[in-house]
Nanobody, 124 residues
Framework: QVQLVESGGGLVQAGGSLRLSCAASGRTGSTYAMGWFRQAPGKEREFVATITWILGRTYYADSVKGRFTISRDNAKNTVYLLMNSLKPEDTAVYCC?????????????????WGQGTQVTVSS
């Protein structure tokens, strides 16, 4: 099993920045990549970004490309999501997830473990 705990959410004004963290514990060696998803009120959960543990390969949703950066610290088993130029439409609960599959995973069904999420609210 893998446990994931997110932190770093909060309230920020439009144009501001936040950095989310996701600490992984347990059998992290069984996972290939980590991802961030978000779910806004009344909307479905959507993919944000993913990164592989070994090579650090990244992939982003078009809606965040150029504004968000995903990174990882293998020594700490922690993944980060730096969010710049935040917009009100970025308001959502952000969850991190881990996948055992050896591919670029952008779908919820591709992920095996999930954190509880952290709220990000961007005011206009």
């Amino acid at each position: 099993q893998v446990q994931l705990v997110e932190s770093g959410g909060g309230l920020v004004q439009a144009g501001g920045s936040l950095r989310l963290s996701c600490a992984a514990s347990g059998r992290t060696g069984s996972t290939y990549a980590m991802g961030w998803f978000r779910q806004a009120p009344g909307k479905e959960r959507e993919f944000v970004a993913t990164i592989t543990w070994i090579l650090g390969r990244t992939y982003y949703a078009d809606s965040v490309k150029g504004r968000f950066t995903i990174s990882r610290d293998n020594a700490k088993n922690t993944v980060y999501l730096l969010m710049n130029s935040l917009k009100p439409e970025d308001t959502a609960v952000y969850c991190c997830a881990a996948t055992k599959g050896f591919k670029t995973a952008t779908l919820e069904k591709d992920y095996d473990y999930w954190g509880q999420g952290t709220q990000v609210t961007v005011s206009s």
